[in-house]
Nanobody, 125 residues
C-alpha cells in the first residue's frame, strides 16, 4: 500500500485547508484511515481517524468541531478538512492506514502499518 498526501500549505489563523491522502496498491475497504501530526522534537500525535468497516469517526479533543475526516471510496482517498486553524495546528501531517483496527487502537500511531510522506501545515498568527 502506498499513501500519497497533499494539500498542506501556509494559512492565516482562522483559515482553512483540506488535506488529501490517496491510497494505491490495494483496496482499503476494511482499513482504518487516520491523520497524525508531528512537530520538531515531539512524538507523532493522533488527529483523526475513520474506520471504514463501520464508518465511525474519531477526533482528538484539540480538533473536535474544527476538523472533519472523510473518505471517498471511489477515489480511495481520505480527506481532512481543517477549519478555524490555529497556530498550534502547525505541524507536519501524516496519513496512515491500518487493517481492521479495533476502536481502542485507532489513536495509537505504533499500530499503523502504512504511512504517507507527510505534508507541512503552517498557520501564521
Amino acid at each position: 500500500v502506498q499513501l500519497q498526501a497533499s494539500g498542506g500549505g501556509l494559512v492565516q489563523t482562522g483559515g482553512s485547508l483540506r488535506l488529501s491522502c490517496r491510497a494505491s496498491g490495494r483496496t482499503l475497504t476494511t482499513y482504518t484511515m487516520a491523520w497524525f501530526r508531528q512537530t520538531p522534537g515531539k512524538e507523532r500525535d493522533f488527529v483523526a481517524a475513520f474506520r471504514r468497516t463501520d464508518r465511525s469517526q474519531y477526533y482528538d479533543d484539540s480538533v473536535k468541531g474544527r476538523f472533519t475526516i472523510s473518505v471517498d471510496s471511489a477515489k480511495n482517498t481520505v480527506y481532512l478538512q481543517m477549519n478555524s486553524l490555529k497556530p498550534e495546528d502547525t505541524a507536519v501531517y501524516y496519513c496512515a492506514a491500518k487493517n481492521r483496527a479495533i476502536v481502542s487502537a485507532v489513536r495509537d500511531a505504533s499500530g499503523y502499518h502504512y504511512w504517507g510522506q507527510g505534508t507541512q501545515v503552517t498557520v501564521s498568527s
